[in-house]
């Protein structure tokens, strides 16, 4: 689990609210901190505001977290990078590879020629004779090749299988996109805690910790 940024755990170290919440004091362990007068106290209680305002003024208090779901949250930048930093594997888990329809929406290669128009064209429905790749009253069949068909889920993988065009893959994001909850659309990494619900079911914006 990747600790929250240097600039946080410095703060932390620094201050910290006695119990009626008006005062801040600095801790130390040594004999010297111990044995501090009301100057030097004054002087620390400065010196930490001013650190704390330099930290907010910074950035460094605008770091967004992604909500593991399990008591934990990373850094935001981790999502979908390849690598599990999340103990539940959630900030990989919704991450795949997406169809790109004609009209710009991103969507799961599973619902492809399923029946049901996704993309806003209707491009994920077109048959094959409309300058589609759908097979005609085959569901979840994606025309390859004039002779072959493959399974949806042969699609945006990863591996081209000899299709023409190489159209398994041509259609697909370059890189991995966050998928939304609902399984059907997806977003780019860019769209995720931005403040704007982009997934219909606002999947891209309820993990987000500030």
């Not at 600039?7 to 005062?23: E, K, P, Q, V």
């Not at 991450?95 to 710009?104: D, I, K, R």
């Amino acid at each position: 689990m990747r600790s929250p940024p240097v600039c946080h755990r410095f703060a932390l170290a620094l201050t910290d609210f006695t119990s009626n919440g008006f005062w801040i004091y600095v801790r130390f362990s040594t004999s010297l901190g111990r044995n501090l007068g009301g100057f030097m106290r004054a002087l620390l209680t400065v010196f930490a505001l001013a650190s704390l305002t330099s930290l907010t003024l910074t950035g460094c208090k605008k770091e967004t977290y992604y909500d593991c779901g399990d008591g934990y949250s990373v850094p935001l930048g981790t999502v979908c990078d390849g690598y599990r930093d999340c103990y539940n594997g959630a900030d990989e888990a919704m991450c795949f590879l997406h169809w790109v329809c004609e009209s710009g929406e991103l969507i799961s290669p599973l619902v492809l020629c399923d029946g049901t128009v996704d993309c806003a064209d209707g491009s994920d429905e077109l048959f094959e004779d409309e300058g589609g790749l759908c097979v005609r009253e085959v569901y979840d069949e994606f025309g390859c090749t004039a002779e072959l068909t493959l399974p949806v889920e042969a699609v945006c993988d990863g591996f081209r299988d000899r299709c023409d065009g190489n159209v398994d893959e041509a259609y697909c994001t370059n890189g991995l996109t966050y998928a939304c909850d609902d399984g059907v659309y997806a977003v780019y990494f860019d769209q995720l805690c931005d403040g704007v619900s982009d997934c219909l079911d606002h999947s891209d914006e309820i993990y987000c910790l500030f």
